[in-house]
């Protein structure tokens, strides 16, 4: 009786523990694995992710490949107000083809694409889009308006308020195609610099102090490394994460560029304009190496004959320099298509800066502009022989009829699939999204009951809010958390049981027998008993440009980190620090739980 009645005390005791503790773990074991399989997917649509990510590059290539990877097109502008009275039209456009007529003779040549004079910014940028997410893919790109002063090179390239040019879309393009690709980070700088008279100016040098409207004006030297990869020494490159940032420096660049008056364009460029994006790419899902490549989007000097412009003296030497410049531009190129062994360089600045990304790997597109005005017919003619002589040097580039047809049909079947795989990578980036806006909606579910949580610094994520995009660090559940909710490790066998418990009961440890109590056992009551050395994780924000290490501030792991409107999170190398504090008492009782609860967590590392 005596032996029953202890059994059934024992029994209602341990049934007491059961009901108290097992619930909240069981909670706490169900969180864990949540977290579990929410990493697990994450990874698997990343791969995904990089899968389709690489049958879109691979059909992006098929289509440069059958379009060729130097592009030729040509743009006329349209009439001006002050030259609507005209008599005779000597250009006439198909999608295709210039016919260009004068007196006695007619002559047409054939380009990629032409725009007609009503052609709108939108319809240009489309054309050029493909080149330029081919950069993102690790390709040097460039994109070369060329043409005679007061054509619209300039217009096609920056715009205007209304309708912005190819440089401010693909800015814009290209900062939020990166935002909204999980799978990879990118990073983003900015050079411009123009090329005047045989030198190289820095147009984003900051201003000299006390000197607001002057900089140095210094000539910039130019490096080539054992690779071929080309620097220019000294040039200032600004890292760039959103649009305002970049379109400011943009302007300043647009702003600080040499001008002059001209008889053919009032504010007529005299220079070589250059703007260099510098791309790094990282894949967070292969973590394969880190990939740069540049984009070069080039305003070129007007390429008229110097009698043209009524230019003299210092004008007249800028026109020749300019010039001299195309003509070395246009033998790279004619030696690029013929694929000449010796490819000539180093005969001008211009094509010494753009060595590396007018290689063989690297995509061209050279946009001729040209004038509607029949004064200007001999000018086109040249400009439309430079052009030619780009793009056909290429012998199978004059193919029949039959032939561009089936290249066309080939094209818009790749077309085809690369918008399903857009869809389908749509698909997946939103699926990334949402797990990981659960994964970390569970962690600061954990994090509130049972303390602890460690933030990832690999782990960014992109969520949306309005119209705005914000990097935040998902925290991650404690490792040592995930450790025990992983299938193959013992998570309930770690745990105290019911059996030790009775035997800590039977040995009389006072101590346990009081911590194991309800209330005692709770582990928002008694902190110790959880993971402290985890809940100590603080993350130190450093600026990577300085590598000193400064010290900005601390939040704490635990709390989501939200980007300052003047920071970016790539701005800053995150560092984990993991205090290991060891925990100790003056109470004999509770340095012998502490000892033993530090042994079994060392079993759990
Ligand atoms: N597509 C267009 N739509 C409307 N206006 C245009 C267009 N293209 C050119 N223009 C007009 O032609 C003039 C010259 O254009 P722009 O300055 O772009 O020429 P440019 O080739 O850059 O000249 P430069 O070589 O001297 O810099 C401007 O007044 C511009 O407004």
């Not at 694929?339 to 094509?351: A, D, G, Q």
């Not at 017919?377 to 002589?389: H, P």
């Not at 049981?497 to 005692?520: F, I």
């Not at 008694?526 to 993350?539: A, E, G, K, T, Y």
């Amino acid at each position: 009786m005596q032996i029953f009645f202890e059994g059934v005390m024992a029994n209602s005791v341990s049934a007491l523990h059961t009901d108290v503790n097992v619930v909240p773990e069981q909670e706490q074991h169900e969180l864990e694995e949540k977290a579990s399989n929410l990493e697990r997917e994450i990874s698997q649509l990343r791969l995904k992710l990089k899968y389709l990510n690489g049958k879109r590059r691979e059909a992006l290539n098929r289509i440069l490949d059958i379009k060729g990877s130097i592009r030729v097109f040509s743009r006329i502008r349209p009439f001006l107000q002050s030259e609507k009275f005209r008599h005779f039209d000597p250009i006439s456009v198909e999608s295709e083809k210039i016919l260009v007529q004068t007196k006695g003779s007619r002559k047409d040549f054939r380009f990629d694409k032409v725009f007609a004079q009503d052609a709108s910014q939108d319809d240009v940028y489309a054309e050029v889009v493909p080149i330029l997410k081919s950069a993102l893919d690790g390709h040097n790109v460039c994109v070369i308006a060329y043409g005679q002063t007061g054509t619209g090179k300039t217009i096609t390239m920056d715009g205007m308020e209304k309708q912005p040019g190819i440089v401010p879309r693909a800015l814009k393009d290209l900062l939020s195609e990166a935002s909204a690709d999980n799978s990879s980070s990118y990073s983003f700088s900015m050079s411009m610099l123009e090329v005047y008279m045989g030198s190289l100016r820095d147009l984003l040098e900051p201003k000299l102090p006390n000197k607001l409207f002057e900089t140095s004006r210094r000539n910039l030297t130019i490096l080539t490394d054992k690779k071929g990869a080309v620097e220019i020494e000294g040039l200032t490159e600004v890292s760039v994460h959103d649009f305002e940032t970049a379109s400011w420096c943009y302007n300043k660049g647009r702003l600080a560029r040499s001008t002059a008056w001209t008889n053919v364009n009032e504010a007529s460029s005299r220079s070589h304009c250059l703007m260099r994006i510098t791309i790094s790419h990282f894949n967070n899902a292969t973590k394969d190496q880190k990939e740069v490549s540049k984009l070069w989007m080039v305003d070129l000097g007007g390429s008229e004959r110097c009698l043209k412009t009524g230019a003299t003296g210092h004008t007249l030497d800028e026109g020749r320099a300019i010039n001299l410049s195309l003509s070395a531009l246009s033998d790279v190129i004619v030696a690029l298509r013929r694929k000449r062994r010796h490819i000539p360089y180093r005969n001008s600045k211009l094509t010494q800066i753009l060595k590396d990304s007018l290689g063989v790997s690297s995509k061209v597109l050279i946009i001729v502009h040209l004038s509607p005005r029949e004064e200007d017919v001999a000018e086109t003619i040249c400009s439309l022989g430079f052009g030619t002589r780009a793009r056909a040097v290429d012998s199978d580039r004059e193919i029949s009829e039959d032939m561009r047809k089936q290249k066309e049909k080939q094209i818009l079947m790749i077309e085809d699939e690369m918008r399903n795989i857009e869809g389908d990578r749509q698909k997946v980036v939103n699926q990334i999204k949402h797990a990981e806006f659960l994964l970390s909606d569970n962690s600061k579910v954990f994090t509130a009951k049972y303390g602890g949580a460690e933030c990832d610094s690999e782990t960014p994520a992109v969520i949306s809010k309005g119209n705005i995009e914000h990097q935040v660090q998902i925290p991650k559940m404690p490792k040592k958390v995930l450790k025990r909710s992983s299938t193959d490790s013992l998570p309930r066998f770690m745990t105290s049981t019911m059996a030790s418990r009775q035997r800590e009961t039977a040995s009389g440890k006072g101590s346990v027998r009081k911590l194991n109590t309800p209330s005692s056992r709770s582990r928002n009551s008694f902190p110790l008993m959880s993971f402290q050395s985890v809940s100590d994780i603080h993350l130190r924000i450093q600026p990577r440009s300085a590598n000193k290490k400064t010290r900005y501030g601390e939040v704490n792991a635990a709390a989501t980190l939200t980007q300052s409107p003047n920071w970016s999170v790539s701005d800053y190398k995150m560092e984990s620090n993991i205090h290991g504090k060891l925990l100790t008492s003056p109470n004999p009782i509770l340095r012998a739980t502490l000892s033993h609860h530090r042994r079994r967590m060392s079993d759990l590392i």
